[in-house]
Nanobody
């Protein structure tokens, strides 16, 4: 089972940017579909980005489309989430998730579809 470690969270002013990283423990990270989720206090954990195993397909919900970009570097066994134009409403704990996939083009967009999670990294956007 791959292990995931997120980093890059922190405090940023509204309108600013952050890049989150998700480092995987295995060189076979390229065989995994990856997603980024976030959870604010008292709210459900929601998808903010997903990428297929081959990186050819990505998904973003309307709330972040055009501001967030997911990418992956399978040589470094790392996935990234670039977040721009951050408003205070983006404040949450951000989680990286992965699941082994035989289908290279498949994206997974719900929490139930992923079986491996990182510990999360806090992102706080001040107004």
């Amino acid at each position: 089972q791959v292990q995931l470690v997120e980093s890059g969270g922190g405090l940023v002013q509204a309108g600013g940017s952050l890049r989150l990283s998700c480092a995987a423990s295995r060189r076979t990270f390229g065989n995994y579909a990856v997603g980024w989720f976030r959870q604010a206090p008292g709210k459900e954990r929601d998808i903010v980005a997903a990428i297929s195993r081959n990186g050819a397909r990505t998904y973003y919900p309307d709330s972040v489309r055009g501001r967030f970009t997911i990418s992956r570097d399978d040589v470094k066994n790392t996935a990234y989430l670039q977040m721009n134009s951050l408003p205070p409403e983006d404040t949450a704990v951000y989680y990286c998730a992965a699941r082994f996939q035989y289908n290279a083009d498949l994206m997974l967009s719900t929490t139930k579809e992923y079986d491996t999670w990182g510990q999360g990294t806090q992102v706080t956007v001040s107004s």
